[in-house]
């Protein structure tokens, strides 16, 4: 193997893994083209060749120096079979793919169906990946939620407001979950669990004959619309609510330690075992070990428990 291809999404900690794949790649002896705007690039032959020096100074900066795309027309066997042309025209052995389902499925159908050697880095800010306890990017996406939400406390309390804020995460509460039991906030509405309007309404007017006014609600944009959440509320309590929808401040910013960290590791990973002869796998960690993991299983369905986390933040409300 002399040279591999490197395809991006976007997220918080996407320049740390390209920084990591380039350096990796120089200290083993590979040659790495950047391909840029996702899939979409892969198709229109649009790559650039990077080295050490072109990946300076960016370890600090969010998205994706490459670019990205949604690509529906790597959805279709007319667009696969020009993104191999392009890899073979450019004399690509292997493709590294960092992104979420998405782009991890893309990446398991040009390994299993067209024998391209493949390895995806798990980067998003939904941490969805199945098999893998952390993603790219998540940590990041908490901690800007968790800076908008200790913000919006401080109007919350000082008004004694009601305030439903929605954060992204797609079908995972993952981020709602982690941001409610971190931003001490009263309730979160989650894709995993059920949710009852009426008790929830119920509990805010009890909380307020005990002299408790202010609340932040949480709500996983996969579950429910935080207009609809407030108007409920509303309906139900008399109550004034106030609705802020987070949105892609998420997905973009400095990237924490933890995610410039996970990249490095990550990334050096996939160039090491995609050197080796590896295909078809997805980074993984294992008790803090690099692992690898089949695409075919990281891009099933992931199941999480969220009753623990959920139980938690009722108690210490
Ligand atoms: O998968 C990452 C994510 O930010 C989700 O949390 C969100 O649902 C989705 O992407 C938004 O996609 P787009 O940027 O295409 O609107």
């Not at 908490?142 to 992204?168: H, Q």
Request: charged share 25%; proline share 2%.
């Amino acid at each position: 193997m002399k040279r591999i291809g490197l395809v991006t999404r976007d997220c918080a900690g996407m320049n740390a893994v390209i920084r990591s794949v380039v350096r990796s790649a120089c200290d083993e002896g590979l040659e790495v083209i950047g391909i840029r705007r996702g899939y979409e690039g892969l198709i229109d032959g649009d790559i650039e060749i990077m080295n050490h020096r072109s990946v300076s100074g960016i370890i600090n900066l969010g998205g994706t120096i490459l670019k990205t795309a949604r690509s529906k027309r790597f959805k279709t066997k007319a667009g696969i079979l020009k993104a191999i042309k392009t890899i073979k025209q450019n004399k690509i052995d292997g493709l590294i793919v960092a992104g979420g389902n998405g782009s991890l499925t893309g990446a398991h159908i040009l390994a299993s169906n067209y024998s391209i050697p493949v390895i995806g880095i798990p980067s998003t800010i939904d941490n969805d990946v199945n098999g893998v306890d952390m993603t790219i990017g998540a940590d990041t996406a908490i901690n800007v939620a968790l800076d908008a939400i200790d913000k919006i406390r401080d109007t919350a309390t000082s008004l004694e407001r009601i305030f439903v804020v929605e954060v992204m995460g797609r079908d995972c509460g993952y981020i709602a979950l982690r941001v409610a039991l971190a931003g001490g906030c009263e309730e979160v509405i989650l894709p995993e669990k059920h949710f009852n309007i009426k008790k929830i309404s119920n509990e805010i007017i009890e909380a307020n004959l005990r002299g408790k006014i202010s609340w932040i609600i949480i709500v996983a944009e996969g579950k429910a619309k935080a207009m609809d959440i407030s108007d409920g509320i509303f309906q139900n309590t008399g109550l004034e609510t106030r609705t802020v929808v987070l949105g892609h401040i998420q997905r973009g910013g400095r990237p924490t330690a933890y995610d410039r960290i996970l990249a490095a590791r990550y990334s050096n990973y996939a160039v090491k075992i995609l050197k080796n002869g590896e295909s078809d796998k997805c980074i993984a960690l294992n008790n803090d070990k690099l692992t690898s993991i089949p695409l075919a299983f990281a891009t099933q369905r992931k199941d999480s428990e969220v009753n623990d986390y959920y139980k938690l933040i009722k108690i210490l409300t």
